[in-house]
């Protein structure tokens, strides 16, 4: 059987990860400042994450949502506490995708509403719903087009307020910081009247924090910055370290009932390990405030570059906008640097989005290449 080909495939095989670091079959090493799609928080083989997963698959791997699992409460209570977000209820899952999906039905079964508004260059993932609300139409197969739905553009309140005085809206979905769009973020004026027009119009508010929340922005989510309370929040990439594991924040207010929402292995045994152990590190490394200070670093370091036109982003969530496209920049780094970076939507942006535990060293390694690279650009 051959895999069905999906994904174009840079001509490397990661076999170990350390830290920042990842080195392939051939023993070369690579620096990862792109942890995977944001998915590295802690680092990879972080002795205490492995020793985390270790010690619970050789006591219990999986069982299923039929029995109590007590490690789903404590990973509810240490969430609550470590992001501030004490008065919501867990829903855990498997990834940021179905993290929406789940968010858009309990809004849609709370307001008895089927309409959602997005916003330009959103993307909330791949499956049925939640592509439907993402700003690409090439990844939309004709199934998934059924949906009623809405796109606006970023900081247009007009237009937001005109859609939801129509009365059928049962949910705003937005990322605080866009991801695969290109870092962009609206106004906290803007994000205010979100809430406050959806609320005055019967609508739910949904922050999908899949990739800019669990610190990487310096604050747990990126939304606390703009003092907002969604009334739902995604989560995923960040939250398991690379082990499968999402979930929702759903505001007290609103009730569960039994068959409401399900998954088979959302919550299990090995993913709530792993989901503890990467709260506990976080905690116990302060890999916020390692974000917020290597984000001022980063800042200090780009003036010495005229070619970065732009930084956007926050914490570990950075956007270097120059003014060609990044594409063969992107490579060379890669494959002369050995410096792993990321794309966007938008091409003139490389995306950086490295482990928390990041230090100063491994950004001057970074742009001492990126001066190297960029002068090599210039000379050909």
Known sequence: MELFEVYPLFDITPVKGEGTYVF??????YLDLYGGHAVISIGHSHPAYVNAISNQVRKL???????????QVELAEKLGKLSGCQDYQLFLCNSGAEANENALKVASFATGKDRVIYFDNAFHGRTSGVVAVTDNENIKAPFNKGHKITKIAFNDTEALATELQKGDVAAVIFEVIQGVG?????????YQQIEKLAKENGAMIIADEVQAGYGRTGDFFAFQKHNIHPDIISIAKGMGNGFPIGGVLIDKNIAPKYGMLGTTFGGNHL????????LNILEKENLMQNASAMFDYVQEKAKEIPQIKNIKGRGLMIGLEFDFEIANLRKDMLYVHQIFTGSAANKNLLRILPPLNIEKQHFDAFFKALKISLANQKAH
């Open 24 to 29: 392939d079959n051939d023993g070369k090493k």
């Open 61 to 71: 791997g999986f069982y299923s949502n039929s029995i109590k699992n007590p490690l």
């Open 182 to 190: 290109g870092l962009d973020e609206a106004t906290t004026e803007f």
């Open 271 to 278: 993913a709530c390990a792993a989901g503890l152990a990467v």
